[in-house]
Protein backbone atom coordinates (compact mmCIF):
# COMPACT_ATOMS: atom_id res chain seq x y z
CA UNK A 1 0.00 0.00 0.00
CA UNK A 2 2.46 2.80 -0.85
CA UNK A 3 -0.39 5.18 -1.02
CA UNK A 4 -1.20 4.90 2.31
CA UNK A 5 2.52 4.89 3.28
CA UNK A 6 2.81 8.04 1.09
CA UNK A 7 -0.24 9.59 3.10
CA UNK A 8 1.38 8.85 6.66
CA UNK A 9 4.82 9.68 5.91
CA UNK A 10 3.52 13.09 4.44
CA UNK A 11 1.40 13.98 7.14
CA UNK A 12 3.64 12.86 9.49
CA UNK A 13 5.99 15.57 7.91
CA UNK A 14 3.66 18.21 7.94
CA UNK A 15 2.35 18.27 11.56
CA UNK A 16 6.34 17.59 12.71
CA UNK A 17 7.51 20.55 10.91
CA UNK A 18 4.44 22.37 12.10
CA UNK A 19 5.44 21.64 15.68
CA UNK A 20 9.03 22.46 15.36
CA UNK A 21 7.59 25.89 13.99
CA UNK A 22 6.02 26.91 17.27
CA UNK A 23 8.79 24.78 19.26
CA UNK A 24 11.66 26.63 19.07
CA UNK A 25 12.51 30.01 19.30
CA UNK A 26 15.17 31.23 16.24
CA UNK A 27 11.95 32.81 13.82
CA UNK A 28 14.43 32.19 11.27
CA UNK A 29 14.20 28.49 11.50
CA UNK A 30 10.32 28.88 12.15
CA UNK A 31 9.92 30.19 8.54
CA UNK A 32 12.40 27.42 7.07
CA UNK A 33 9.97 24.50 8.95
CA UNK A 34 7.07 26.40 7.58
CA UNK A 35 8.29 26.05 3.88
CA UNK A 36 8.88 22.34 4.51
CA UNK A 37 4.98 21.48 6.35
CA UNK A 38 3.86 23.67 3.08
CA UNK A 39 5.99 21.27 1.19
CA UNK A 40 4.39 18.47 2.91
CA UNK A 41 0.86 19.74 3.09
CA UNK A 42 1.00 20.26 -1.31
CA UNK A 43 2.22 16.52 -1.29
CA UNK A 44 -1.20 15.58 0.15
CA UNK A 45 -2.98 17.95 -2.04
CA UNK A 46 -1.91 16.03 -4.76
CA UNK A 47 -2.82 12.68 -3.55
CA UNK A 48 -5.97 14.39 -3.05
CA UNK A 49 -6.23 15.37 -7.36
CA UNK A 50 -6.04 18.94 -6.79
CA UNK A 51 -2.79 19.18 -8.47
CA UNK A 52 -3.98 23.10 -8.73
CA UNK A 53 -3.90 23.93 -5.41
CA UNK A 54 -0.42 21.76 -4.72
CA UNK A 55 1.34 24.32 -7.61
CA UNK A 56 -0.16 27.54 -6.18
CA UNK A 57 0.64 26.28 -2.06
CA UNK A 58 4.37 26.06 -3.70
CA UNK A 59 4.01 29.13 -5.44
CA UNK A 60 2.32 31.08 -3.84
CA UNK A 61 2.82 29.67 -0.16
CA UNK A 62 6.01 28.47 -0.05
CA UNK A 63 7.51 30.71 -2.85
CA UNK A 64 5.73 34.55 -2.41
CA UNK A 65 4.58 35.04 1.04
CA UNK A 66 7.19 32.14 3.12
CA UNK A 67 10.17 34.59 0.91
CA UNK A 68 8.03 37.74 2.13
CA UNK A 69 8.69 36.69 6.18
CA UNK A 70 11.57 35.66 5.23
CA UNK A 71 12.71 39.07 3.93
CA UNK A 72 11.22 40.68 7.19
CA UNK A 73 12.64 38.25 9.32
CA UNK A 74 16.25 39.13 7.92
CA UNK A 75 15.26 43.01 7.18
CA UNK A 76 14.22 43.38 11.17
CA UNK A 77 17.49 41.04 11.93
CA UNK A 78 14.93 39.76 14.41
CA UNK A 79 15.76 38.76 17.65
CA UNK A 80 15.72 34.92 19.26
CA UNK A 81 12.82 34.79 21.73
CA UNK A 82 14.31 35.00 24.83
CA UNK A 83 12.97 32.94 27.38
CA UNK A 84 13.71 35.27 30.41
CA UNK A 85 11.48 38.33 28.64
CA UNK A 86 8.67 37.05 30.86
CA UNK A 87 7.30 39.67 33.27
CA UNK A 88 6.67 38.10 36.08
CA UNK A 89 5.28 40.90 37.97
CA UNK A 90 1.59 40.48 36.51
CA UNK A 91 -0.54 38.02 37.36
CA UNK A 92 -1.80 37.08 33.63
CA UNK A 93 2.16 36.95 32.23
CA UNK A 94 2.75 34.28 34.56
CA UNK A 95 3.93 31.18 31.91
CA UNK A 96 0.56 29.03 33.52
CA UNK A 97 -1.04 31.47 31.58
CA UNK A 98 1.10 29.86 28.48
CA UNK A 99 0.12 26.25 29.83
CA UNK A 100 -3.76 27.30 30.22
CA UNK A 101 -3.39 28.32 26.25
CA UNK A 102 -1.67 24.94 25.03
CA UNK A 103 -4.15 22.52 27.29
CA UNK A 104 -6.78 24.78 25.35
CA UNK A 105 -5.41 23.58 22.26
CA UNK A 106 -5.14 20.10 23.29
CA UNK A 107 -8.71 20.07 24.39
CA UNK A 108 -9.67 21.24 21.08
CA UNK A 109 -7.69 18.71 19.15
CA UNK A 110 -9.19 16.20 21.86
CA UNK A 111 -13.20 17.58 20.71
CA UNK A 112 -12.16 17.74 16.84
CA UNK A 113 -11.33 13.63 17.31
CA UNK A 114 -14.23 13.05 19.41
CA UNK A 115 -16.83 14.90 17.10
CA UNK A 116 -14.84 13.35 14.06
CA UNK A 117 -15.51 9.63 15.81
CA UNK A 118 -19.32 10.53 16.41
CA UNK A 119 -19.71 11.96 12.98
CA UNK A 120 -20.75 8.89 11.00
CA UNK A 121 -20.35 8.68 6.85
CA UNK A 122 -17.05 9.81 6.88
CA UNK A 123 -15.02 6.45 7.36
CA UNK A 124 -15.39 5.72 3.76
CA UNK A 125 -12.66 5.73 1.42
CA UNK A 126 -12.23 9.82 0.04
CA UNK A 127 -12.40 9.36 -3.16
CA UNK A 128 -16.52 8.57 -2.55
CA UNK A 129 -18.04 10.35 -5.66
CA UNK A 130 -17.28 12.32 -8.77
CA UNK A 131 -15.19 11.39 -11.78
CA UNK A 132 -10.98 12.51 -11.08
CA UNK A 133 -10.47 13.84 -14.85
CA UNK A 134 -13.13 16.50 -13.61
CA UNK A 135 -12.05 17.36 -10.34
CA UNK A 136 -8.01 17.57 -10.87
CA UNK A 137 -8.97 19.43 -14.30
CA UNK A 138 -7.40 23.06 -14.26
CA UNK A 139 -9.44 24.07 -17.28
CA UNK A 140 -12.49 23.14 -15.62
CA UNK A 141 -10.98 25.15 -12.85
CA UNK A 142 -10.93 28.29 -14.25
CA UNK A 143 -14.02 27.86 -16.25
CA UNK A 144 -16.05 27.48 -12.98
CA UNK A 145 -13.69 30.31 -11.14
CA UNK A 146 -14.39 32.91 -14.17
CA UNK A 147 -17.94 32.00 -14.56
CA UNK A 148 -19.91 31.07 -11.27
CA UNK A 149 -17.19 32.79 -9.37
CA UNK A 150 -16.20 35.52 -10.93
CA UNK A 151 -17.50 38.43 -9.03
CA UNK A 152 -15.59 36.82 -5.70
CA UNK A 153 -12.68 36.87 -8.17
CA UNK A 154 -12.76 40.30 -8.96
CA UNK A 155 -13.33 41.10 -5.21
CA UNK A 156 -10.13 39.47 -4.14
CA UNK A 157 -8.07 41.42 -6.92
CA UNK A 158 -9.81 44.77 -4.95
CA UNK A 159 -8.82 43.49 -2.11
CA UNK A 160 -4.90 42.72 -3.04
CA UNK A 161 -5.15 45.99 -4.29
CA UNK A 162 -5.97 47.60 -1.39
CA UNK A 163 -3.81 45.09 0.74
CA UNK A 164 -0.93 46.70 -1.55
CA UNK A 165 -1.65 50.22 -0.41
CA UNK A 166 -2.01 49.65 3.16
CA UNK A 167 1.68 47.62 3.01
CA UNK A 168 3.36 50.58 1.47
CA UNK A 169 1.32 53.29 4.26
CA UNK A 170 2.06 51.66 6.88
CA UNK A 171 5.39 50.92 5.98
CA UNK A 172 6.76 53.91 4.85
CA UNK A 173 8.68 55.81 7.94
CA UNK A 174 6.96 58.64 9.65
CA UNK A 175 8.75 61.59 7.83
CA UNK A 176 8.88 60.36 4.29
CA UNK A 177 6.40 62.45 2.28
CA UNK A 178 5.20 60.53 -0.66
CA UNK B 1 -7.67 3.60 -0.05
CA UNK B 2 -7.57 6.76 2.82
CA UNK B 3 -10.53 7.55 4.62
CA UNK B 4 -11.77 10.83 4.84
CA UNK B 5 -11.55 11.40 8.79
CA UNK B 6 -7.63 10.64 8.58
CA UNK B 7 -7.43 13.59 6.07
CA UNK B 8 -9.65 15.50 8.90
CA UNK B 9 -7.45 14.01 11.80
CA UNK B 10 -4.73 15.87 10.50
CA UNK B 11 -6.10 19.11 9.55
CA UNK B 12 -7.36 18.97 12.99
CA UNK B 13 -3.91 18.44 14.82
CA UNK B 14 -2.39 21.46 12.42
CA UNK B 15 -5.36 23.54 13.41
CA UNK B 16 -4.59 22.71 17.29
CA UNK B 17 -0.63 23.47 16.04
CA UNK B 18 -1.34 26.36 14.95
CA UNK B 19 -3.79 27.96 18.29
CA UNK B 20 -0.68 26.63 20.40
CA UNK B 21 1.55 28.54 18.63
CA UNK B 22 -0.79 31.71 19.12
CA UNK B 23 -1.41 31.47 22.69
CA UNK B 24 2.31 30.15 23.24
CA UNK B 25 4.62 32.30 21.04
CA UNK B 26 6.10 35.55 22.52
CA UNK B 27 7.37 36.84 18.96
CA UNK B 28 5.21 38.45 16.54
CA UNK B 29 6.59 37.01 13.19
CA UNK B 30 5.68 33.29 15.24
CA UNK B 31 2.65 33.82 15.80
CA UNK B 32 1.46 34.80 12.04
CA UNK B 33 2.99 31.47 11.14
CA UNK B 34 1.09 30.19 13.52
CA UNK B 35 -1.93 32.14 11.58
CA UNK B 36 -0.35 30.46 8.59
CA UNK B 37 -0.44 27.03 9.62
CA UNK B 38 -4.28 27.28 11.03
CA UNK B 39 -5.22 28.58 7.05
CA UNK B 40 -3.38 25.74 5.88
CA UNK B 41 -5.18 23.26 8.23
CA UNK B 42 -8.12 24.93 6.89
CA UNK B 43 -7.54 24.40 3.12
CA UNK B 44 -6.65 20.83 3.73
CA UNK B 45 -10.37 20.39 5.12
CA UNK B 46 -12.03 22.09 2.26
CA UNK B 47 -9.74 19.75 -0.47
CA UNK B 48 -10.43 16.50 1.02
CA UNK B 49 -14.24 17.70 1.21
CA UNK B 50 -14.21 18.71 -2.16
CA UNK B 51 -12.49 15.66 -3.43
CA UNK B 52 -15.13 13.51 -1.39
CA UNK B 53 -18.20 15.26 -2.85
CA UNK B 54 -16.80 15.02 -6.56
CA UNK B 55 -16.71 19.01 -6.29
CA UNK B 56 -14.17 21.77 -7.21
CA UNK B 57 -15.65 24.13 -5.03
CA UNK B 58 -13.04 23.37 -2.29
CA UNK B 59 -10.15 23.72 -4.83
CA UNK B 60 -11.84 27.35 -5.73
CA UNK B 61 -12.42 27.94 -2.21
CA UNK B 62 -8.26 27.40 -1.12
CA UNK B 63 -7.43 29.50 -3.70
CA UNK B 64 -9.46 32.59 -2.20
CA UNK B 65 -8.12 31.38 0.92
CA UNK B 66 -4.68 31.48 -0.44
CA UNK B 67 -4.74 35.34 -1.59
CA UNK B 68 -6.29 36.20 1.39
CA UNK B 69 -3.53 35.13 3.21
CA UNK B 70 -1.27 37.07 0.77
CA UNK B 71 -2.81 40.13 1.99
CA UNK B 72 -3.00 39.35 5.44
CA UNK B 73 0.66 38.57 5.50
CA UNK B 74 1.70 41.88 3.34
CA UNK B 75 -0.34 43.68 5.85
CA UNK B 76 0.45 41.99 8.93
CA UNK B 77 4.45 42.27 8.09
CA UNK B 78 3.96 46.00 7.06
CA UNK B 79 2.10 46.36 10.45
CA UNK B 80 5.20 44.14 12.64
CA UNK B 81 7.80 46.65 10.74
CA UNK B 82 6.29 49.44 11.89
CA UNK B 83 5.90 47.97 15.65
CA UNK B 84 9.52 47.40 15.52
CA UNK B 85 10.43 50.92 14.51
CA UNK B 86 8.60 52.39 17.60
CA UNK B 87 9.96 49.90 19.63
CA UNK B 88 12.66 47.72 19.17
CA UNK B 89 10.89 44.47 20.28
CA UNK B 90 8.72 41.91 18.59
CA UNK B 91 7.24 40.72 21.74
CA UNK B 92 3.55 41.35 22.06
CA UNK B 93 3.86 42.15 25.67
CA UNK B 94 5.78 44.90 24.81
CA UNK B 95 2.78 46.90 22.81
CA UNK B 96 0.58 47.56 26.26
CA UNK B 97 -0.05 50.69 25.77
CA UNK B 98 -3.97 50.36 24.95
CA UNK B 99 -3.81 48.37 28.27
CA UNK B 100 -4.51 49.44 31.97
Redesign the interface.
Known amino acids: MP??LI?YAL?GL??GA??L??GQ?N?MY??LM?IA??GA?AG??I????P??AV??II??AG??MV??LF??M??N??T?DGA???RSHPL?QPAV?R???M???L??VQ??WA??RAGG??????????VA??SSVR??GR??FTD?VF?FEA?SI??L???V???V??R?EGDRP | ??????????S????????????????L??I???I??ML?AV??TF??F???????????I???V??????????G??????L??HRE???P?TFASLKW
Not at chain 1, 123 to 129: C, E, I, L, Y
Not at chain 2, 12 to 27: H, P, Q, Y
Not at chain 2, 51 to 56: A, E, I, M, T, Y
Request: hydrophobic fraction near 60%.
Open positions: ETFSAISAVIRPSVLSFLLYQLDAFAAQIYAILFVVLLAPEEWDRAFGGLALLVLALLLSGPVAGQGDVVELVLYATLIVAMGAVLAR | MIPLSHYLIVAVLFAIGTAGVFLRRNITLLSEINNLIAGRQHGSLDGQIVFFMTVAAAEAAVLAIVIGYRSLND
